[in-house]
């Protein structure tokens, strides 16, 4: 897994007291509020009741000649055709519009584009065949902001288009009869994270002219569930539709979201957002990622029990379908760094292979950040053409570094966090090179992938009476995390694998107190740390049940050695990027003399077992004057000069000095002399 920067809450002690008692709560929750900048008690009665209060639709700009127009349409008989997308943002804004539309007597139909031939928004193509249907207006979903070419072009065909979108505007916009956009630098709306399906949502409720939030009683499974699957922020706004929802979802009437419900296992359980975002959102998206999007809409439009459940089994399979697309581009990205290691040391991760699933490599994308570190580009090449995706991390505009690679690209578009494009398959070698050139001309130290831990913890505090009230902080997800302790100096006293061995069960012990953590997608082959070994752990926790049992579950999100010098590690790790890019690297420590690999040296040498990486090393080694970097450099040094030797246990990477190795002069190593020309 990636580098991470541990980040820490620090909430006022006094203030945490306080507020425990005005509101009659833990102080472990006092404590979460606070860190999330609620230090009031108004503040955070106003964020833990979250009232189903939403702003008046008619904030939006526009919003007044959106309904007008629709009005118009429903009333004179005209045609509509809702304009959807292909994710589960759009697809469940078009369902519930067209649901909406359709019980107030309007003649409704929908398009969705194909992901494959179509891509994403609307597109002329699409819009002869609307017209030839004798469509008179056009609705767009979670799209439309950046088509005023189409726009125009439904205009000639006779059509009027009114948009409805969340996302950036460009600095033209589309001449519709209604542009309804909160992020319209124009619009006085004040919230202005809703997803495409809040829009949508804020759409069915002035055209009610509902300024209560009433619809939220028929409307509010629909709109959280597209609302989870985008990552808009879980606040405001976004909260009150989301826990509504969430409390709908298991009841809801629509024979196919219930089918695709039970489907998941999820039938007669309270669903919580982590259920959307992690299994129903997935499920949706794989349909239309497995050129099958129309098999969704079909289930969400089914009304027979039988053919639903038929249908929810065929998007399950276009997941698991999804699943094995994305494991083999794993495999594959494996071989290719392989043949060429050197790639993993560029600034941005630039990858291509034959004939990958476009629709997958973005989420292979984000599975390759999360592992290396640093933003990751994929290319999938077919007939000499190629087709790519890219994912961020947090800090670093990977947009910004694409677009300056402009004349070696076909297409590209996006924002800070993903990027699409397209470009000859024989330019691929010659933009990783012009990609990262970017990249160091943005940024001399690229930014690193980072986790915020509210507080440190103890495990006599992680207790049911605790643990319990968290619940008042759901539903959790982007700008609402779900909390995160940090557990500090615990000794290893048991590792057990879980499910065939693709996750862990630790025994733990902490200040003389013993617990269990459970490690979810961590393979036991693939875990370095042994019995007796010192760790601190970022973890959440929940309550779960048991045989009937209630009882604390604590799970590791993050796991490192024991009192690890953050800052050595972090900084040391892109010095050893930047020396085996041949430059200079910030920090003078990086450069080891022959002090400090006699240092490394010594610590090989007293190590009684393996270690299981080069971070695991310097956790051990850390000290004055040495880093990551150093401690690295010293090892490939030791090795070179026939003083060390390298090789792999089942705990990992193991090194071992050579008995009676002659002695060696470190000066002449040439991978001293090639550093001391840094």
């Not at 118009?72 to 697809?91: K, L, S």
């Not at 629709?359 to 292979?364: E, H, P, Q, W």
């Not at 580009?377 to 053409?385: F, H, P, Y």
Request: aromatic share 6%.
């Amino acid at each position: 897994m990636g580098m991470r920067r541990w980040e820490y809450g620090a909430p006022d002690a006094e203030k945490v007291r306080a507020l425990a008692g005005e509101l009659d709560i833990p102080p472990l929750v006092s404590s979460l509020l606070i860190s999330r900048g609620m230090d009031t008690a108004k503040a955070a009665q106003g964020f833990l009741l979250a009232k189903d209060i939403l702003s008046d639709p008619f904030s939006i700009l526009d919003m007044d000649r959106a309904v007008e127009r629709i009005h118009q349409a429903v009333d004179q008989g005209e045609p509509i055709c809702i304009y959807g997308d292909y994710d589960c943002d759009g697809i469940t804004s078009t369902v519930m519009l067209y649901r909406y539309l359709e019980s107030v007597g309007a003649e409704v139909s929908y398009y969705v584009p194909n992901r494959e031939d179509e891509g994403y928004g609307m597109n002329c193509g699409a819009l002869e065949k609307i017209a030839q249907k004798g469509v008179r207006l056009i609705v767009t979903v979670d799209n439309g902001i950046s088509a005023a070419k189409e726009v125009a072009f439904a205009r000639e065909l006779g059509m009027d288009v009114v948009v409805t979108d969340h996302h950036q505007p460009p600095e033209e916009l589309p001449d519709a009869a209604a542009v309804v956009d909160p992020h319209r630098r124009d619009c006085p709306s004040s919230f202005k994270d809703l997803a495409g399906v809040g829009v949508a949502f804020q759409l069915i409720c002035a055209l009610e002219d509902d300024r209560d939030g009433e619809m939220l009683e028929y409307y509010a499974d629909w709109a959280a569930l597209g609302t989870v699957a985008d990552v808009v922020p879980l606040v405001g706004e976004n909260r009150v539709i989301v826990r509504r929802g969430l409390e709908q979802l298991p009841q809801s009437d629509n024979v196919g979201l219930q089918a695709l419900i039970c489907a998941c296992g999820l039938e007669d359980k309270p669903l919580r957002a982590e259920n959307i975002a992690f299994i129903l959102a997935p499920r949706i998206n794989a349909a239309s990622r497995m050129g099958c999007v129309e098999k969704v809409l079909e289930l969400f439009f089914c009304e027979d029990e039988e053919q639903a459940q038929l249908l929810a089994q065929e998007v399950c399979g276009c997941n698991s379908a999804r699943q094995k697309e994305e494991q083999k581009i794993l495999e594959d990205t494996a071989r290719v760094i392989a043949e060429d290691p050197m790639v993993l040391y560029d600034r941005i991760l630039v990858l291509a292979g034959e004939g990958w699933h476009h629709g997958v490599i973005g989420i292979v994308c984000s599975k390759l950040v999360e592992r290396y570190g640093k933003p990751c580009l994929l290319v999938s090449t077919s007939q000499g053409e190629g087709r790519g995706s890219g994912r961020s991390v947090p800090g670093f505009s990977l947009i910004d570094a694409v677009s300056r690679c402009g004349d070696l690209l076909e297409k590209f578009g996006g924002h800070p966090a993903a990027v699409g494009f397209s470009l000859q398959a024989n330019q691929v070698e010659e933009f990783r090179r012009a990609v990262n050139r970017a990249a160091a001309q943005l940024s001399e130290s690229m930014p690193c992938l980072s986790l915020f831990i509210d507080r440190t913890a103890a495990p006599s505090e992680l207790t049911m009476e605790n643990i319990r009230p968290m619940e008042l902080l759901e539903p959790f997800g982007a700008q609402n995390e779900e909390p995160v302790f940090a557990l500090l100096s615990c000794r290893i006293e048991g590792v057990y694998a879980m499910s065939e061995g693709r996750h862990l069960r630790l025994k733990l012990s902490l200040e003389g107190q013993g617990f269990y953590a459970v490690y979810f997608g961590m393979p036991v082959q693939s875990f370095l740390y042994g019995v007796g070994d010192l760790v601190d752990l970022a973890v959440s926790c929940s309550i779960s049940v048991w045989q009937e049992e209630e009882r604390v579950t604590i799970r590791i999100r993050d796991l490192r050695p024991a009192k690890l010098d953050q800052e050595g590690l972090l900084g040391g790790w892109q010095d050893y990027d930047r020396c085996r890019r041949g430059e200079k690297p910030l920090f003078a420590e990086s450069i080891p003399d022959r002090e400090k690999i006699a240092r490394v040296y010594r610590g090989i040498r007293s190590e009684p077992a393996p270690f299981g990486d080069y971070g695991q090393l310097f956790g051990r080694m850390q000290g004055e004057g040495l880093n990551y970097c150093s401690v690295r450099l010293s090892v490939e040094v030791l090795r070179e000069r026939g003083l060390v030797q390298l090789g792999r246990s089942k705990a990992g990477l193991a090194a071992r000095v050579i008995p009676d190795a002659p002695r060696a002069d470190l000066e002449a190593s040439p991978i001293m002399k090639r550093l001391q020309t840094l």
